[in-house]
């Protein structure tokens, strides 16, 4: 059975839009305050617009305003919607913005209302109430339901953005309450089908929510009237292969001049930035084409760590001494802004599903690093001195934190894992905790043994080996370069064991 996702990403990849079209006939656009004007309103925009939209969304409250009529008006426009869907042979989501929020029969009578009777594709739910209000919503897969974590409005930090405590049977853990429902959302979406409202007139929350919950699907109000940034919100949300979400733009269409215009446009601007980021620079390409899947993960970060030279094949000498066929320098990545920066997009999707309240960057490569990755995610970073100044502070370890918080430890590589327990007893000792460590780059030469064995858990955005793979897959390495490298590792192995 399809899922409303499945349905929405075939959707988004025949017409090459993450274009949201919202439907609010306000009284103030009609030329009389009635139902039938609100209809007549909504009709055409929906049949302006429905080639650039990779949904419709109707706002319920302006149709329930107008009582009976109202609700017969919202079912016509829902109607055009499968009409124009007809006409192009690609099934134009519905999303009703309800923001409905009640449990037990009361949420079955609400999601029958969405569903059955006004035939919606999927609905808005505030998760205020808990799983339970969300159930009657999510119990059929072919239904979407976005629940409302971090809304454009600008009260929204009122409550949203309250710090509260997370406990479990590991830890207790600090959380931005926006967090905590990107966090459960992902326990929440058992059938596939729950997605997330997340506001663009606050990047840096939905950078967080993006990494928290990597594979959701957002939709994004705010931009337009309501000072959102379409550039910031894509750069903060856009998942690796160039969907996840769905920006939704309503007067700024609706009160254009030419609706049509305004809608292919913003679509066409969308989809430059969406090249532009798997560039790593302003596209080139005509307006209008569609917009290339970026690279997978792995693949462009084996690219890239080619591109700015940060490997190299030959014969070089190891701190240890040891003669190595393969020579990775993380510290090139500051020379090259556009890699670095995928770089912590990589490191933040690694980062998502673990708990912590800061980032720990180890001197010297991780700092710039972890500061990319640190803006990236909105996270604040701390790390431990190398040499401790005998003046000023003499603090061992640097940035704002409290006693007993969580920091994850970051580092660009992992080889034997020395070096991380060293800089794990300076952050323990002045009392933070440590429980994670995350690298690009896990050399398998014995690190997470070895942490593991000291109680704490190695992540790592990739290893070598399947570094290695790749290159040997896209030509960058020759057969014998590849094998090299592969006896090399399991002679330090098998030397390690």
Not at 27 to 36: K, M, N, R, V
Not at 42 to 51: H, K, M, S
Not at 202 to 227: H, S
Request: hydrophobic share 45%; glycine share 8%.
């Amino acid at each position: 059975m399809e899922t409303f996702f499945s349905l929405l990403e075939r959707h988004v990849q025949t017409q090459s839009t993450l274009l949201c079209v919202g439907l609010d006939p306000h009284p103030g656009d009609l030329p009389q305050p009635t139902a039938e004007a609100a209809l007549d309103f909504c009709v055409r925009i929906v049949r302006e617009t429905a080639r650039y939209a990779a949904a419709f969304k109707p706002n319920a409250a302006f149709f329930e305003a107008y009582g009976p009529a109202g609700w017969e008006a919202l079912k016509l426009v829902i109607e055009a919607v499968q009409a124009e869907s007809h006409r192009l042979g690609s099934v134009i989501p519905v999303i009703l913005d309800a923001k409905r929020g009640d449990i037990a029969s009361t949420a079955e009578a609400y999601a029958r209302s969405a569903f059955q009777q006004l035939g919606a594709h999927a609905v808005t739910v505030s998760p205020y109430l808990g799983r339970d209000a969300l159930e009657p919503f999510l119990a059929d897969r072919e239904k979407g339901v976005f629940v409302l974590c971090k809304t454009s409005n600008p009260g929204a930090d009122e409550i949203q953005a309250v710090r509260v405590v997370v406990e479990t049977h590991e830890r207790a853990s600090r959380e931005l309450m926006y967090e905590h429902i990107a966090d459960r959302a992902q326990a929440w979406n058992t059938n596939g089908n729950l997605g997330l409202v997340v506001g663009a007139t606050d990047p840096a929350a939905l950078a967080r929510v993006r990494a928290r919950a990597p594979g959701l699907w957002c939709l994004v109000p705010g931009l337009g009237v309501q000072g959102g940034d379409l550039e910031a919100a894509l750069a903060a949300g856009l998942r690796p292969d160039g969907m996840g979400l769905l920006l939704n733009a309503s007067r700024s269409i609706a009160r254009a001049p030419k609706p049509r215009e305004a809608a292919r446009d913003l679509r066409d601007e969308m989809n430059e930035l969406r090249r532009a980021r798997q560039q790593g620079g302003r596209g080139t390409e005509a307006r209008g084409s569609p917009a290339p899947l970026p690279t997978r993960p792995l693949a462009q970060l084996a690219q890239d760590l080619i591109t700015s030279q940060c490997v190299k094949f030959g014969t070089f000498t190891l701190k240890s001494g040891k003669p190595s066929p393969i020579y990775l320098d993380l510290r090139r990545l500051v020379a090259h802004p556009a890699i670095l920066k995928r770089a912590a997009r990589a490191y933040a999707q690694s980062l998502a599903p673990l708990a912590f309240e800061r980032i720990a960057g180890l001197p010297y490569a991780a700092l710039p690093i972890g500061t990319a990755v640190a803006l990236e995610m909105n996270v604040p970073l701390v790390y431990p001195r190398r040499e401790v100044k005998d003046y000023g502070t003499r603090a061992a370890v640097e940035g704002d934190y409290q006693p007993g918080e969580t920091v994850v430890v970051l580092d660009d590589l992992a080889t034997t894992g020395g070096t991380k327990l060293e800089a794990i007893q300076k952050l323990e000792a002045v009392g933070l905790k440590v429980r994670d460590i995350v690298v690009l780059v896990d050399r398998e030469q014995g690190a997470r043994e070895t942490l593991a064995a000291a109680g704490y858990r190695l992540h790592a955005v990739a290893t070598l080996r399947e570094l290695l793979d790749a290159w040997r897959a896209s030509g960058a390495v020759t057969p014998e370069q590849h094998q090299s490298v592969l006896a090399f590792l399991a002679a330090e192995q098998a030397e390690a064991r």
